[in-house]
C-alpha cells in the first residue's frame, strides 16, 4: 500500500534508533528553507521562488504567486506542496513525430503562460467572433495559484517515434505487487501532466486547455483530482493528514533539502541516460481506501497500524511527530515500520500525493482515498523496494491499489526557446519525420 | 402542396394593380413605379422588364405565357429565397413582392415548378450598402442548400416505404427501412433544427420531451417507432398513426429547405454541430438506443459535416491552409475508422453499436474530438 508508502517513507536513514535528544531534522531544515526563502525574495521581488533547482517555493509564500516555469529541473517536484491536483494520462494518437514535437512545443508555450497567470494563446475573448476563443476562460481572473505543470514519459511512449533506444533502464514496467487490483483504464500512458495549483479551478483549467491541444495528437487516458495535499516538502509547516485523519509525510524530503534531493530525487549526469539528466521518475497509483471499515476501526488499532499516534503524530514510544521512530518498538506490520528507509536499504522517495473522493462506489459508501505520487532518482532502488517491503503491512486490510502509472520525468524547460521533452527528442531520431 | 408564404414580406396584394399589368408593354410602370418589374415566363424562357430597380419595396408582376404551370422566385446570390410564388398556371397573372436591401439577385422561372428554372440577374440599386458576397461562398451556400434539398428530397421516399412497412404490421421490413430513412436528416440535421418545430416532431428521444409530455400519446417521430419496433415488438394502430405523422412532418421539412437561413458561416457551424451531435448521441449509443444503429446516423452526420466542408474548402484554404490540410487528414482519419465498421463501403450497413466495445468506443470519439477542435475553427477561418 502505497499509502502507506506515502506516509512514512522518507524517515531518515541517517538517524539511528533511540537518538531522539538529537536535533530534530525539522528544526534544520526549518532553518535552512527559511534562509533560501529570504534569498529567493531578495533576489526574485515578488515571484515566490526562480532557482535552477529545487523550485521550493518558501514556506507561505503567497497562495497566489506564479513558481517559475523556466529551471534546471521541472517546477512541481520539489516545489511545496500546493492545496490542489489535477493529474492528467495521455495516449498518443498521432504516428507523426513531427506532429507530436509541435504539440509538445505548444504545450510548453500554453504551459509557460498558464502557470505565469495567463491565458492560453490569444485568450478567452477579444478574438474573432466565429472562432471559439483560444483559453476556454474559467481562470480568468484568478491568480496563477502557485500553477507548476509536469510533463511525464510513459514506458510505451518509447515504443514510438523511434524512441526505443532512448528508454532509460530505470524507466522499468512496474512488477505486480501483492494486493495490487489495478483497473486498466486508471493505469498506465503514454505521458502525463500533473497540474498542480491552491486553487482548484487553476488546476482543472490547466489539464483542460492542454487537453484541448492535443486533441488529434493525444488523448486523455484518465485523470485524477486531489482535493487536499497529503504531503508537504515544507517541513516546517503544519503535516497534512491524509484521508484516514494520520498525519502524512512526516520525514518527506524537503524541498530545501539539496543534498536529499540530489541523492534520492534527481537524477545525476551518471546515472544516464544524458537526456534524463536533471529528471527524475514518477510513480503514481490511485490507493483506494476502504475508509468506512476505517473508521470502525478501533484507536487503538488504527494507531498500531500506523504505528504512531493519531494526534500528535508522534512514533510509538516518542512525544512527539519529528521525533526519531523507534521502530522496534512498533508491531512488525506497522506501516511506519515497514516504509522506513532502515527497513528498506535507505531507500527514500519525494512524496506528492492527494486526497481524492470521486463521487460513491455505488454501494453506499465514497470511492476515497489517496492518489499517491512519488519522485525518486530510480524506482529500483526507490518505489519498488519500498512497495515490495509493505505487502506485509497491516494497512493493507483498509487499502487497495486500484491504478498505476510510471512516468519518466524530464529535466526542466530552461528558457524561452526550450521546450517540454527537448533532451529526449533531439537525442533521438526518427526514420519518418525529424524533430 | 408547398404551403405559399412569402418569407420577406406580406403578401397583400392588390388586385387592382394585377389588373393594371397586361404584359410585357411598359404601362405597368405608370402605375406600379419604379419598384415594378414585370416578368414574362414561358416555357423556356423568363424574361424581366428590367435588369436593375431600386432598393426598398420590389414588385414582381408575373404572366405565364408558357403551357405548363410555373413558378417564380426572388433569390438571393446564395439561391435563399427572398420571395416566391408557386402554381401559377399557364395564362395567369400572379405577383411576388418583397422588400429587398440593395445588392445582387435573382429571379427564376421554373417551368413545370421543376429544376434550378430559368435564371435572370438583377441589382436592386441603392445608398445603402449592398451586403458583399465572395462569389465563391455564395456558390458554396448555394450548392450546399441543393445538396439540403436533395437529402430530403431523397428521404421522402424511403421514409414513405418505412411508414407503409409499419402500417402493414411487418417489424422485419419495417426494422430494415428504418436507418436509411434517416441518413438524408442526419447529414443536413442543422437546417432541419434552423426551423425549431420540425426537429421536435421527427427526431425526438424519450428523454428529450418536454414537461407534462407523456411518452405514449405525445412522442412523435423516428425514435417513438424504434421503440414499438426493437423495445416493444409490437406495432399498433398508434404506430400506423405515427408513422403517418412522420412522413408528413418530413414533407413539411422538404418544403421548408429551400427557405432556411444558410450562411457560409452557419454551414461551417452546422459541420461542427454534426460533430457534436456524433459526439453527445452517437458515441454514447444514446441516439439509437434500442436500435443500436448509431453508426449510420454517426456516417451521415461525418458526411453532412465533410459535404460541407469541401463546399468552403476553396475559400478556407485560402484563408488558412493549415487548418484545411489538417480538416483532410481528420475527416479522412474517421472516415477510415467508420469504414472498419462496415463491410461494404458504399452501404450503410454498419456493425450493431452494442457490438462496439468500450476500447472502440473510445478510439472512435478521439477520433471525433479530432476533427471537431479544427473543425470549430472553420468558420471563422471562412470570414476571414
Known amino acids: 500500500m502505497t499509502d502507506s508508502t506515502e506516509i512514512e517513507i522518507t524517515e531518515s536513514t541517517t538517524m539511528t534508533e533511540g537518538t531522539s535528544r538529537a536535533p530534530s531534522r525539522r528544526s534544520l531544515i526549518g532553518w535552512g528553507g527559511a534562509g533560501l526563502a529570504l534569498g529567493a525574495a531578495a533576489a526574485g521581488g515578488a515571484v515566490a521562488v526562480a532557482t535552477t533547482g529545487g523550485d521550493a517555493s518558501p514556506a507561505g509564500a503567497d497562495a497566489g504567486a506564479p513558481v517559475a516555469f523556466h529551471g534546471a529541473h521541472q517546477a512541481g517536484i520539489a516545489t511545496a506542496v500546493q492545496d490542489r491536483l489535477h493529474f492528467a494520462a495521455f495516449d498518443v494518437k498521432t504516428e507523426d513525430r513531427a506532429e507530436f514535437v509541435r504539440m509538445l512545443k505548444d504545450w510548453t508555450a500554453a504551459a509557460r503562460r498558464m502557470t505565469a497567470g495567463k491565458a492560453v494563446g490569444e485568450g478567452a475573448y477579444g478574438g474573432p467572433a466565429e472562432a471559439p476563443p483560444d483559453d476556454t476562460g474559467e481562470a480568468l481572473g484568478l491568480k496563477p495559484s502557485r500553477l507548476t505543470l509536469t510533463i511525464g514519459f510513459g514506458p510505451s511512449l518509447f515504443e514510438k517515434f523511434g524512441l526505443a533506444d532512448a528508454r532509460p533502464e530505470a524507466l522499468v514496467d512496474l512488477p505486480q505487487f501483492a494486493g495490487d487490483n489495478l483497473d486498466r483504464a486508471r493505469s498506465g500512458g503514454d505521458l502525463c501532466v500533473q497540474a498542480c495549483a491552491d486553487d482548484p479551478q487553476v488546476a482543472v483549467h490547466a489539464i483542460r486547455n492542454l487537453a484541448r491541444i492535443g486533441f488529434g495528437k493525444v488523448s486523455v487516458r484518465w485523470s485524477q483530482l486531489g482535493f487536499g495535499k497529503t504531503s508537504s516538502t515544507t517541513p516546517e509547516d503544519r503535516t497534512p493528514r491524509n484521508l484516514m485523519g494520520f498525519k502524512d509525510g512526516t520525514r518527506n524530503i524537503a524541498g530545501t533539502d539539496t543534498a536529499g534531493l540530489d541523492k534520492h530525487v534527481w537524477v545525476a549526469g551518471s546515472d544516464g541516460p544524458a537526456w534524463m539528466a536533471g529528471g527524475s521518475y514518477l510513480v503514481a497509483r490511485r490507493i483506494r481506501m476502504h475508509i468506512e471499515p476505517w473508521d470502525r476501526a478501533s484507536l487503538r488499532e488504527q494507531e498500531d497500524v500506523f504505528g504512531r499516534d493519531k494526534a500528535e503524530g508522534a512514533p510509538v514510544g516518542r512525544a512527539k511527530e519529528h521525533d526519531e521512530p523507534f521502530l522496534k518498538a512498533m508491531l512488525p506490520d506497522a506501516h511506519v515500520r515497514l516504509a522506513h528507509p532502515d527497513s528498506n536499504n535507505g531507500a527514500k522517495i519525494l512524496r506528492r500525493g492527494y486526497s481524492f473522493t470521486d463521487g460513491t462506489d455505488g454501494l453506499g459508501r465514497l470511492d476515497a482515498g489517496l492518489f499517491f505520487l512519488a519522485y525518486q532518482r530510480d524506482v529500483r532502488t526507490g518505489f519498488i523496494p519500498i512497495q515490495r517491503s509493505l505487502a506485509k503491512d497491516a494497512l493493507n486490510e483498509y487499502i487497495q491499489h486500484v491504478g498505476s502509472a510510471i512516468f519518466a520525468v524530464p529535466p526542466g524547460v530552461r528558457d524561452a526557446d526550450d521546450w517540454w521533452g527537448r533532451t529526449l527528442f533531439s537525442s533521438t531520431f526518427s526514420s519518418t519525420k525529424g524533430a | ?384
Open chain 2, 1 to 384: 402542396m408547398r404551403p405559399l408564404r412569402l418569407s420577406a414580406v406580406t403578401a397583400a396584394a392588390t388586385v387592382a394593380a394585377l389588373t393594371a399589368v397586361t404584359g410585357c408593354t411598359e404601362k405597368s410602370s405608370a402605375k406600379g413605379g419604379d419598384g415594378v418589374i414585370e416578368v414574362t415566363a414561358t416555357d423556356t424562357t423568363c424574361e424581366v422588364s428590367k435588369k436593375e430597380f431600386p432598393a426598398g419595396h420590389v414588385e414582381l408582376a408575373v404572366e405565364n405565357k408558357g403551357s405548363k404551370v410555373t413558378e417564380v422566385y426572388l433569390l438571393f446570390p446564395d439561391d435563399r429565397v427572398v420571395a416566391e410564388r408557386e402554381n401559377i398556371g399557364p395564362g395567369t397573372r400572379q405577383k411576388v413582392t418583397a422588400e429587398v436591401k440593395a445588392g445582387d439577385y435573382r429571379i427564376a422561372c421554373k417551368p413545370g415548378m421543376k429544376g434550378d428554372g430559368i435564371r435572370q440577374d438583377v441589382t436592386a440599386t441603392g445608398t445603402g450598402k449592398a451586403v458583399e458576397h465572395d462569389p465563391r461562398l455564395d456558390k458554396a451556400v448555394a450548392a450546399y442548400r441543393e445538396y439540403a434539398q436533395e437529402q430530403a428530397d431523397a428521404t421522402i421516399p424511403q421514409v414513405e416505404t418505412f411508414a407503409e412497412a409499419i402500417k402493414d404490421g411487418d417489424i422485419e421490413a419495417a426494422k430494415k427501412a428504418y436507418a436509411p430513412s434517416r441518413v438524408g436528416w442526419e447529414r443536413t440535421e442543422p437546417v432541419a433544427e434552423s426551423f425549431g418545430d420540425i426537429d421536435p416532431k421527427v427526431d425526438v428521444r424519450e428523454d428529450g420531451l418536454e414537461d407534462g409530455q407523456d411518452p405514449e400519446k405525445d412522442w412523435t417521430g423516428w425514435h417513438r417507432l424504434e421503440r414499438s419496433l426493437w423495445k416493444d415488438g409490437k406495432l399498433t394502430d398508434h404506430d400506423s398513426a405515427l408513422a403517418d405523422q412522420l412522413v408528413k412532418d418530413l414533407q413539411d421539412w422538404r418544403s421548408r429547405v429551400g427557405r432556411a437561413e444558410i450562411t457560409p458561416t452557419s454551414m461551417a457551424n452546422g459541420a461542427k454541430e454534426l460533430l457534436d451531435e456524433v459526439a453527445t448521441g452517437k458515441v454514447t449509443g444514446e441516439e439509437e438506443r434500442y436500435s443500436h444503429t448509431d453508426l449510420v446516423d454517426f456516417k451521415g452526420n461525418v458526411e453532412g459535416a465533410e459535404k460541407s466542408y469541401e463546399l468552403l474548402k476553396p475559400v478556407a484554404a485560402e484563408n488558412d491552409p493549415a487548418l484545411a490540410k489538417e480538416l483532410d487528414k481528420q475527416f479522412a482519419a474517421l472516415n477510415t475508422l467508420l469504414d472498419q465498421y462496415r463491410e461494404d463501403k458504399n452501404g450503410y450497413d454498419f456493425v450493431s453499436y452494442d457490438k462496439v466495445g468500450k476500447d472502440e468506443r473510445k478510439e472512435l470519439s478521439d477520433a471525433v474530438n479530432a476533427l471537431a477542435e479544427p473543425l470549430s475553427r472553420l468558420a471563422a477561418a471562412v470570414v476571414k
